[in-house]
T-cell receptor
Framework: GNSVTQMEGPVTLSEEAFLTINCTYT??????LFWYVQYPGEGLQLLLK?????DKGSNKGFEATYRKETTSFHLEKGSVQVSDSAVYFC??????????FGDGTTLTVKP | EPEVTQTPSHQVTQMGQEVILRCVPI?????FYWYRQILGQKVEFLVS????????KSEIFDDQFSVERPDGSNFTLKIRSTKLEDSAMYFC?????????????FGPGTRLTVT
């Protein structure tokens, strides 16, 4: 079956530091890939997505590129802010529409 | 921007009681899903529903769970006899042609607390 492996957390960074959260996946076919963000006590917010190989998703300074050859979709941001502190989930969605999520990575950004 | 809505936002119930979690998917969406997130853990798939029947379910979705689309707008998850370990956030999602085609929209979640 499909699976998503995320870099273990928690991750603690200083403001303006560079962020990378690794995500690799196993899937049959050609899944779509997503990053979701979850703030404390809230639901899932779609951060960015990519639907085919070599697509780059981007939003609010975050980026991730769908790498089929390495089955990866790493999340990056050049300069994090305190307000980026949250839990980040990598996910894939197959043709049947079911989403499979990674374990989540907690990011804390300190001023 | 279309959105999925869920009610209630927080439900507290006693062990052994039945609960019904309600979702209103985006109008004209065709595929419906329930997911669960135990506090501090990842989001897990429960069930998918299409054409008025379950299309896939996980091993979590045992006989205590059922789903229904009683009318053209609501999609419900029923837990027949709640257990302490059912305490979690439950997310509804839908996919269809409204909004961005193929986009899966998640609701804000219902936090279920079983005491």
């Amino acid at each position: 079956g499909n699976s998503v492996t995320q870099m273990e957390g928690p991750v603690t960074l200083s403001e303006e530091a560079f962020l990378t959260i690794n995500c690799t996946y196993t899937a049959t076919g050609y899944p779509s890939l997503f990053w979701y963000v979850q703030y404390p006590g809230e639901g899932l917010q779609l951060l960015l997505k990519a639907t085919k190989a070599d697509d780059k998703g981007s939003n609010k300074g975050f980026e991730a590129t769908y790498r089929k050859e390495t089955t990866s979709f790493h999340l990056e941001k050049g300069s994090v802010q305190v307000s980026d502190s949250a839990v980040y989930f990598c996910a894939l969605r197959g043709n049947a529409g079911k989403s499979t999520f990674g374990d989540g990575t907690t990011l804390t950004v300190k001023p | 921007e279309p959105e999925v809505t869920q009610t209630p936002s927080h439900q507290v119930t006693q062990m052994g009681q039945e609960v019904i979690l309600r979702c209103v998917p985006i109008s004209n969406h065709l595929y419906f899903y329930w997911y669960r997130q135990i506090l501090g853990q990842k989001v897990e798939f429960l069930v998918s529903f299409y054409n008025n029947e379950i299309s896939e379910k996980s091993e979590i979705f045992d006989d205590q769970f059922s789903v229904e689309r009683p009318d053209g707008s609501n999609f419900t998850l029923k837990i027949r006899s709640t257990k302490l370990e059912d305490s979690a956030m439950y997310f509804c999602a839908s996919i269809g042609l409204a909004g961005a085609p193929g986009e899966q929209y998640f609701g804000p979640g219902t936090r279920l607390t079983v005491t």
